[in-house]
């Protein structure tokens, strides 16, 4: 995985989502979004705040993990947290991913989409192997 402070990881091509690996993708994309506090934005947890009236002043920023993030702080960490799963992905568009929505928008869709289909994939390659 290739990192810097600012950008999210980009997984090599081998190990991005393409349809037929999501719980490796979901795992590894969980790991990712844990170690930069990201994963309330994954999960729906960390909310868009309200933004503040003209007379109030603004609060001092938090961390990442912080589930009262300022406006622009929740912008900034959803769309990092949105380009985590998109540049991680094949063809987002194609897999069902939404480029104009949340983050948690964009995971759900994946979740509702695929893990079911996982699941029964694993399900059966197990069942397999218990059969041989």
């Known amino acids: 995985m290739s990192s810097n402070n600012h950008n999210p990881p980009i997984f090599p091509d081998d190990l991005q989502f393409d349809g037929t690996n999501y719980i490796t993708f979901r795992d590894r994309v969980l790991i990712a979004a844990q170690l930069r506090g990201a994963e309330g934005y994954l999960t729906g947890a960390t909310t868009k705040p309200m933004p503040l009236s003209p007379?109030?002043?603004?609060?001092a920023s938090t961390e990442w993990y912080d589930p009262t993030?300022?406006?622009?702080?929740w912008c900034i960490?959803?769309?990092w947290t949105l380009a985590l799963i998109?540049?991680?992905t094949k063809n987002p568009?194609?897999?069902?991913?939404?480029?104009?929505?949340?983050?948690?928008?964009?995971w759900k869709t994946l979740k509702m989409t695929y893990a079911a289909v996982s699941d029964l994939a694993a399900a059966a390659a197990?069942?397999?192997?218990?059969?041989?």
């Open 55 to 59: 007379t109030t002043s603004p609060s």
């Open 69 to 73: 993030p300022t406006v622009d702080e």
């Open 77 to 79: 960490r959803n769309a």
């Open 86 to 88: 998109i540049y991680n």
């Open 93 to 106: 568009i194609g897999l069902g991913i939404s480029m104009s929505d949340t983050a948690a928008v964009a």
């Open 126 to 132: 197990e069942g397999a192997l218990r059969r041989t």
